[in-house]
C-alpha cells in the first residue's frame, strides 16, 4: 500500500500508511507504556520509518503497541533543509532508561545517523518522549518527559491519534498531574 496524504496547508501533510497509523489490540498496561518520538528528513524517510519498524520488532526489545500518522513538517531551529517526517511510537519494554536511551542511539547508528551539529538535517531521530510514568532527570543524556514535546507540532499532531490508547491515558494524566502539561 502507498501513501496516502490527507492534508497540505503550507506544505505540512498527515500521512496515512499501511504501518502508519497502526494498532495492536494485545497488550496489557500493568507495565506501562513508552512513547517515542521518530523523524527524519534525508533520503526516503517514509520508507525508512516502515525499516524501522521490521528492525524494532526483528530486535525484539520493545513491542509496538500502536503507531501514529507520519507529519511532514517544516524544520526549525537551522532552517535550510528539508522538511522533516515526524511520527511516533507507543511501545512497552522491560529496558530501563538509560538502556533504552542507548539501544536508540544504536538503531539511529544503523539507519546511518549522523550529529553534525544540533538540529542538523538527520537520517533517523529517536527522541524518548515518555518513559512510563516516571519524571527522569539525567542530564544531559537524557530527561524525560522530553523537555520540548509539548511545544512541537511534530509531537502534538501525531499524538492527537493515540490519545485514546488507555495506557497512554495513564501517563498523559501523570504528567498533567506532575504539572508537565496543562
Known sequence: MGFLYLKNRDKTQIIKSRNF????????????????????????TKRRFN??????????????????VIYKNPPFGYLEQPF??????LVQSNLKPLELLRYTQRVEKYFKREREFK???????????????????????????????????????????????????????HQRQTKHIN
Open 84 to 89: 522533516f517526517y515526524n511520527t511516533l511510537l
Open 51 to 68: 525499516r524501522l519498524l521490521l528492525k524494532l520488532k526483528r530486535d525484539g526489545f520493545l513491542k509496538i503497541i500502536a503507531t501514529s
Open 119 to 173: 538540529n542538523s538535517p538527520r537520517t533517523l531521530d529517536l527522541d524518548i518522549i515518555f518513559y512510563k510514568d516516571k519524571s527522569i532527570n539525567k542530564a544531559p543524556k537524557l530527561i524525560v518527559p522530553h523537555p520540548f514535546w509539548s511545544k512541537r507540532d511534530s509531537v502534538l499532531i501525531p499524538l492527537k491519534v493515540l490519545k485514546g490508547n488507555r495506557c497512554l491515558k495513564r501517563v498523559l494524566l
Open 21 to 44: 497509523p497502526f494498532y495492536t489490540k494485545k497488550y496489557d498496561c500493568k507495565n506501562g507504556v513508552i512513547l517515542i518520538g521518530v523523524g527524519g528528513n534525508l533520503g526516503d
